[in-house]
Nanobody, 128 residues
Framework: QVEVAESGGGSVQAGGSLRLSCQAS????????LAWFRQAPGKAREGVAA????????YYAASVKGRFTIAQDNAKNTVYLQMNDLRPEDSAMYYC?????????????????????WGQGTQVTVSS
């Protein structure tokens, strides 16, 4: 069993930056993929960025490529999402997810993992 918990959301003006953190706990050795998703009111959930824990390959949705960076700290079982040049359309609830058997296969920027473990989410609001 794996648990993930997000932190670091908040409100920022357009053009600003935020860094989200996701702390994984439990059977972390079983994690192959960690990812960030977001969901705005009335919209479908969108995969934003993913990282393969073995090797550190990173993948991004086209909508955030060049502005967002996903990074992992294996020693801390933590993954970060550095978000720069934020836009009002980036406003959403951001969720961290870890892969696990039985989850839904999701492609994010060319990666493909089954995400089974989800955090409670952290709100990001970008004002114009």
């Amino acid at each position: 069993q794996v648990e993930v918990a997000e932190s670091g959301g908040g409100s920022v003006q357009a053009g600003g930056s935020l860094r989200l953190s996701c702390q994984a706990s439990g059977s972390t050795v079983s994690i192959n993929c960690l990812a960030w998703f977001r969901q705005a009111p009335g919209k479908a959930r969108e995969g934003v960025a993913a990282v393969y824990t073995d090797g550190g390959s990173t993948y991004y949705a086209a909508s955030v490529k060049g502005r967002f960076t996903i990074a992992q700290d294996n020693a801390k079982n933590t993954v970060y999402l550095q978000m720069n040049d934020l836009r009002p359309e980036d406003s959403a609830m951001y969720y961290c997810a870890a892969d696990g058997y039985g989850g839904r296969w999701t492609n994010i920027g060319g990666s493909d993992c089954q995400y089974s473990y989800w955090g409670q989410g952290t709100q990001v609001t970008v004002s114009s």
